[in-house]
């Protein structure tokens, strides 16, 4: 894709989340019920978010246009391949004193939370649970999946509350002065650009910017009297080696205190479920036609149909028998470690791999029949080398990533991550609560349609 494509496409998405928000603030205003509200005001600061991040890839890009253009070209370093990362089973534990869980003390303290999940430019946002002393964890089921990831992906998870007021009316809402923002936003409206960028910039984002301890900005003059107030009230980065199979701990840092009316006892950390799955182990990377050595004969030699996937050179006697998904007649291991070298000296088109395996030093000899296979066929297994290398962990074998469902399942009611962990119990009976993001997303969507 060339540069202008390029900024042609981050500029329609910039367009896109702009009218999202101009929706979302048009929806905040005629809102007579609390829980649509709440999900309004959550879509306005995703859309925030959205703009900020696509904002600022924007200005990367211009920035190496203009390095291009005066001979100073950005780095030309071999870039890994990209993969799939997922977040799902996210548990944030609570921590309220025993007069308020036990006894029932005080008053009842609600708020309304979800999560915003940001990787590069990519933001999804959970859904939103209510929180109050009958619960011992916040539990969001949300599966979020981040695609073109690089294995020196940071992902962003914040945790954002908004106190609940028993009291809500329509008119605790403010005057609907966002039911006149409408009218098109044309990519090349400089004017409108640099309006969603201030606009943005202060009614709050999730960027990487957010320091330790900060919270949320506050909203524009124009939203600031409209809908409920979400702030921050922690965050955490999760990166490359905190991917683990299974469920793992990681730490919050806190971004709010207990004078806070959106403050929660937070325990101080947060479980989940972090699994990457790197594009060289999800597919097939190189296959074609050798001869590899068998054995220490020197004339040993068998011609071979060969496949690169995973961890594997996979070496069949035939392509027939690798669609028949036969046995293999050799497997040649490839690791992190591994390593594939030449000799320009070699009349033969010949790889050798060498590695380690149970102490000893082991060397596979292949032949190419042309130059240009064995060009092809080397740098293959150099970069799959390479690209392994540089996910570490998560090349020792294929994760396995849980689609997220297409139809939502029925809350439960939510226990003791404790119990959960240590003595699992069965299901029990939900409530039915009516899915107020679905509503909410087919009102923005045809908002958007009617702006065409």
């Given at each position: 894709?060339s540069?202008?494509s390029?900024d042609?496409?981050v500029?329609r998405q910039?367009e896109r989340?702009?009218?999202m928000?101009?929706?979302?603030?048009?929806?905040l205003?005629?809102?007579s019920?609390?829980e649509?509200?709440?999900e309004?005001s959550?879509?306005l600061?995703s859309c925030?978010?959205r703009?900020?991040?696509l904002?600022s890839q924007?200005?990367?890009m211009?920035k190496?246009?203009?390095?291009q253009?005066v001979?100073?070209?950005?780095?030309?370093?071999i870039v890994?391949?990209?993969?799939?990362?997922?977040?799902s089973?996210l548990?944030?534990?609570?921590?309220?004193?025993?007069?308020?869980?036990?006894?029932h003390k005080?008053e009842?303290?609600r708020?309304a939370?979800?999560?915003l999940l940001?990787c590069?430019t990519?933001i999804h946002?959970?859904?939103?649970?209510?929180?109050d002393?009958?619960l011992t964890d916040?539990?969001?089921?949300?599966t979020v999946?981040?695609n073109?990831?690089?294995?020196?992906?940071?992902?962003?998870v914040e945790?954002?509350?908004?106190?609940?007021?028993?009291?809500f009316?329509?008119g605790?809402?403010?005057?609907?002065?966002a039911s006149?923002?409408?009218?098109s936003?044309?990519?090349?409206s400089?004017k409108?650009?640099r309006a969603?960028?201030e606009s943005?910039a202060?009614c709050?984002?999730?960027?990487?910017?957010?320091?330790?301890g900060s919270v949320s900005?506050?909203?524009?003059?124009v939203l600031?009297?409209?809908?409920p107030?979400y702030?921050l009230l922690a965050?955490?980065?999760?990166?490359i080696?905190?991917?683990?199979?299974?469920?793992?701990t990681?730490d919050?840092l806190?971004?709010a205190?207990?004078?806070?009316?959106?403050?929660?006892p937070l325990y101080?950390n947060?479980?989940c479920?972090?699994?990457?799955?790197p594009?060289?182990?999800?597919q097939?990377i190189i296959?074609g036609?050798?001869?590899?050595?068998?054995?220490?004969?020197?004339?040993c030699?068998?011609n071979?149909?060969?496949?690169?996937?995973?961890q594997s050179?996979?070496?069949y006697?035939?392509q027939?028998?690798?669609?028949a998904?036969?046995?293999?007649?050799l497997?040649?291991p490839?690791?992190k470690?591994?390593?594939?070298?030449?000799?320009?000296r070699?009349p033969v088109?010949?790889?050798?791999?060498?590695?380690?395996?149970?102490g000893e030093?082991?060397?596979f000899?292949l032949?190419?029949?042309?130059?240009?296979?064995?060009?092809r066929?080397?740098?293959a297994?150099?970069?799959h080398?390479y690209?392994?290398s540089?996910w570490?962990q998560c090349c020792?074998h294929?994760?396995?990533i849980?689609?997220p469902?297409?139809r939502k399942?029925?809350p439960?009611?939510?226990g003791?991550?404790?119990?959960?962990?240590?003595?699992p119990?069965?299901?029990?009976e939900g409530?039915?609560v009516p899915?107020?993001s679905?509503?909410?997303?087919a009102?923005l969507?045809?908002?958007?349609?009617?702006s065409y």
């Amino acid at each position: 894709m060339s540069d202008n494509s390029q900024d042609e496409e981050v500029l329609r998405q910039i367009e896109r989340e702009v009218r999202m928000r101009e929706g979302a603030s048009k929806l905040l205003a005629a809102c007579s019920r609390r829980e649509q509200a709440l999900e309004a005001s959550k879509s306005l600061l995703s859309c925030n978010a959205r703009i900020l991040a696509l904002l600022s890839q924007l200005q990367k890009m211009r920035k190496d246009e203009i390095l291009q253009r005066v001979g100073r070209r950005p780095s030309e370093d071999i870039v890994p391949c990209s993969g799939k990362v997922s977040l799902s089973d996210l548990r944030i534990p609570l921590m309220w004193k025993d007069s308020e869980y036990f006894k029932h003390k005080g008053e009842l303290h609600r708020c309304a939370v979800f999560c915003l999940l940001q990787c590069g430019t990519e933001i999804h946002d959970t859904d939103l649970v209510m929180v109050d002393r009958t619960l011992t964890d916040i539990c969001f089921e949300d599966t979020v999946i981040f695609n073109e990831v690089g294995p020196e992906f940071q992902l962003r998870v914040e945790l954002y509350s908004s106190c609940v007021v028993e009291d809500f009316s329509p008119g605790a809402l403010g005057p609907r002065r966002a039911s006149r923002l409408g009218g098109s936003v044309g990519c090349s409206s400089g004017k409108k650009i640099r309006a969603a960028f201030e606009s943005a910039a202060v009614c709050g984002s999730s960027g990487a910017n957010v320091g330790a301890g900060s919270v949320s900005p506050p909203l524009s003059p124009v939203l600031s009297a409209l809908g409920p107030k979400y702030n921050l009230l922690a965050h955490t980065t999760l990166r490359i080696e905190h991917v683990r199979e299974g469920f793992k701990t990681h730490d919050l840092l806190m971004a709010a205190t207990e004078d806070n009316p959106f403050w929660l006892p937070l325990y101080g950390n947060m479980c989940c479920r972090l699994v990457a799955q790197p594009l060289c182990m999800a597919q097939p990377i190189i296959s074609g036609e050798f001869k590899v050595k068998l054995g220490e004969d020197l004339n040993c030699w068998e011609n071979v149909h060969g496949i690169l996937r995973g961890q594997s050179l996979l070496c069949y006697l035939s392509q027939e028998d690798l669609e028949a998904e036969d046995r293999p007649l050799l497997v040649i291991p490839i690791k992190k470690d591994t390593l594939v070298c030449v000799s320009e000296r070699d009349p033969v088109q010949s790889i050798y791999i060498s590695m380690q395996h149970q102490g000893e030093d082991v060397t596979f000899t292949l032949t190419t029949h042309t130059p240009d296979d064995k060009q092809r066929w080397t740098e293959a297994l150099w970069r799959h080398v390479y690209n392994m290398s540089q996910w570490k962990q998560c090349c020792d074998h294929l994760m396995k990533i849980e689609m997220p469902s297409s139809r939502k399942t029925v809350p439960v009611k939510q226990g003791s991550l404790y119990h959960e962990i240590v003595t699992p119990s069965c299901p029990g009976e939900g409530l039915v609560v009516p899915d107020l993001s679905v509503e909410i997303r087919a009102l923005l969507s045809s908002y958007y349609k009617e702006s065409y």
